[in-house]
C-alpha cells in the first residue's frame, strides 16, 4: 500500500535554520518539490545577531551589515590583532536575515508557509505526520529545528548580553572587530566583552562569561558600562538594540531522530562547543540537504565531528571550566601563535591535517597537557558533536 503524503519536505521551525534551508529550496530547480514550513511565531524583529568568519558563500550575502578585515584579542599587557588575505569576519542583524529569507521563501509557490502554528511531528513506516494547530498533512520527510533543552548537565553555558549602542565622540576602530577583551572583572568563570564596531561611533558590545552551571553572572547593562567607562572614556550612550543569549557549550548530538526525521540547527547540536557559533555549521549543512535533495538523494543524517576536535574541544572546555583564570593567557596565545586561517578553517570545521597540529602548538603546553591527560582517564565524557561538510 503506498500513502499519499501531501509534501515531499516539512521543515518545522522558521528561525537561522528553517529558514536556511527553506531558502536554498525556495530556488526554481527545487520547484517540483512539494514543501510545507510551519513557525510558532506571528512576527519577527531583531532578536540576534550572527558573526562568523565568511570561509564560504551563502544565500544571504545581501543581510551583511559589516564585516571587519581585523579581528583581535586583548588581556592585561596583551594586544594580538590578527588578519589574513581576503578574509573577513562579518555581521549579519537577525532582521535583516529574516526579511531577505522569507522575500525568498513567499516567491516560490511550492513552498507552503504557515505561521503562528506551533507544530509537532510524528514519523510512522510511511511517512511523517505533521500537527499544527486543527491542521494534519504527511510528509515524506521532515527536518525539526524546534529547540530542545538537551545539554550536558555539567558542561559550561556561554551566557552574554549585548547593546547595539551609539557615542557622542567617535572611539571605536571600525576596521577591527574584538573578539574577547579580558580586561573587564574575571571572577570564577572566563569573561570578556565582545565588540563589534560598524562605525566609529557605533557597537555592539557584548559582556559574556563561559559560566559553570549555576554561576550568575552581574548584570549586563553595569559591565557594559564599566566597559565603555575604563575602555573608551564613554559614560553615555544611546541603545539602539539589546540581545542576550544563553548557549550550551557542551551540546547534545542528534543525527536522527528516525529515518525520515532529521534535527537540524542548534537541536541537532549545529553548535560548535568551544566557541558556541553555529551559522556557518548551519549553512554548510543545508547546502549539504540541498544537494542531497536536488540529486535525488534520500538526505543524509549528519556526521559526527572527527574524533580529534571532539578532544580538543573538550580539552579547553575542561580548562576553562577548572582554570577559567588562564582563559586571557590560552586564547591570547591561540590567536597570536596561529597562523590566522589555520585558526578559522579548525573553528568552522574545516580544519586541514596541518591546521590541528598548528592550533595545537599555539596553546600552552603544560595546562594543556594535564588537561588532556585528566580527560585522558575519563574518556566516555568527550562530547559528540555536529560535523559540516
Ligand atoms: C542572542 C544570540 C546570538 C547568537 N549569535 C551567534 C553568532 O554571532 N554566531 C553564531 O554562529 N551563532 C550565534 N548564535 C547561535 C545560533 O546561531 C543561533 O541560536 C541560531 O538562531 C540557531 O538557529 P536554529 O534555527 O537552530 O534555532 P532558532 O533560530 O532559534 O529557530 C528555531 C525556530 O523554531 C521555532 N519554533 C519553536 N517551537 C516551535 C514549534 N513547536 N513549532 C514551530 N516552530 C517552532 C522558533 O520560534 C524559532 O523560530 C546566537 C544565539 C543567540 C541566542
Known amino acids: 500500500m503506498t500513502v499519499r503524503q501531501d509534501y515531499d519536505v516539512a521543515i518545522l521551525g522558521a528561525g537561522l535554520a528553517g529558514l536556511s534551508l527553506a531558502a536554498r529550496l525556495a530556488a526554481t530547480c527545487f520547484s517540483s518539490l512539494r514543501v510545507l514550513l510551519v513557525e510558532s511565531r506571528v512576527a519577527y524583529a531583531r532578536d540576534r545577531t550572527w558573526s562568523y568568519w565568511a570561509l564560504d558563500s551563502h544565500p544571504f550575502q545581501a543581510a551583511v551589515s559589516a564585516s571587519w578585515e581585523r579581528w583581535a584579542v586583548a588581556a592585561d599587557g596583551i594586544h594580538v590583532v590578527c588578519a589574513a588575505e581576503d578574509l573577513r569576519y562579518e555581521s549579519i542583524p537577525s532582521d535583516a536575515f529574516y526579511r531577505l529569507a522569507f522575500d525568498m521563501v513567499r516567491a516560490a509557490p511550492h513552498i507552503d508557509l504557515h505561521l503562528g502554528a506551533s507544530a509537532i511531528a510524528v514519523e510512522d ?51 577591527t572587530a574584538m573578539l574577547m577583551d579580558f580586561r573587564c572583572a574575571q571572577a570564577g568563570a572566563a569573561h570578556f566583552t565582545y565588540v563589534l564596531p560598524s562605525s566609529n561611533h557605533r557597537a555592539l558590545v557584548e559582556d559574556t562569561w563561559f559560566a559553570p552551571p549555576g554561576l550568575h553572572p552581574p548584570d549586563h547593562v553595569t559591565a557594559i558600562r564599566s566597559y565603555m567607562r575604563s575602555r573608551y572614556g564613554v559614560e553615555r550612550f544611546a541603545t539602539l538594540f539589546e540581545e542576550q543569549g544563553a548557549l550550551p557549550m557542551d551540546p547534545v548530538f542528534r543525527p536522527r531522530v528516525g529515518q525520515r526525521l532529521l534535527p537540524l540547527g542548534v537541536a541537532g547540536g549545529a553548535t560548535r562547543p568551544s566557541t558556541g557559533y553555529a551559522f556557518h555549521a548551519i549553512q554548510s549543512r543545508c547546502d549539504d540537504l540541498a544537494q542531497d535533495l536536488l540529486a535525488g538523494r534520500w538526505p543524509r543524517p549528519a556526521r559526527a565531528r572527527p574524533a580529534l576536535v571532539r578532544m580538543m574541544d573538550r580539552v579547553l572546555l575542561d580548562l576553562l571550566g577548572r582554570q577559567p583564570e588562564l582563559a586571557p593567557r590560552i586564547f591570547a596565545a591561540l590567536f597570536k601563535n596561529c597562523e590566522p586561517r589555520a585558526l578559522v578553517r579548525f573553528l568552522n570545521d574545516s580544519a586541514r591535517p596541518t591546521d590541528f597540529v598548528a592550533v595545537a602548538a599555539a596553546i600552552p603546553f603544560a595546562p594543556t597537557v594535564t588537561a588532556a591527560l585528566r580527560l585522558a582517564m575519563r ?10 561538510g
Open 125 to 175: 513506516t510511511s511517512g511523517v505526520q505533521v500537527t499544527f494547530g486543527s491542521t494534519s498533512v504527511r510528509t515524506a520527510m521532515a527536518f525539526d529545528t524546534r529547540p530542545t533543552n538537551r545539554a550536558r548537565a555539567h558542561g559550561l553555558i556561554q551566557l552574554f548580553g549585548g547593546l547595539e549602542i551609539e557615542t557622542d565622540k567617535p572611539v571605536f576602530d571600525a576596521g
Open 379 to 388: 574518556r566516555k565524557e568527550w562530547p559528540n558533536s555536529i560535523t559540516v
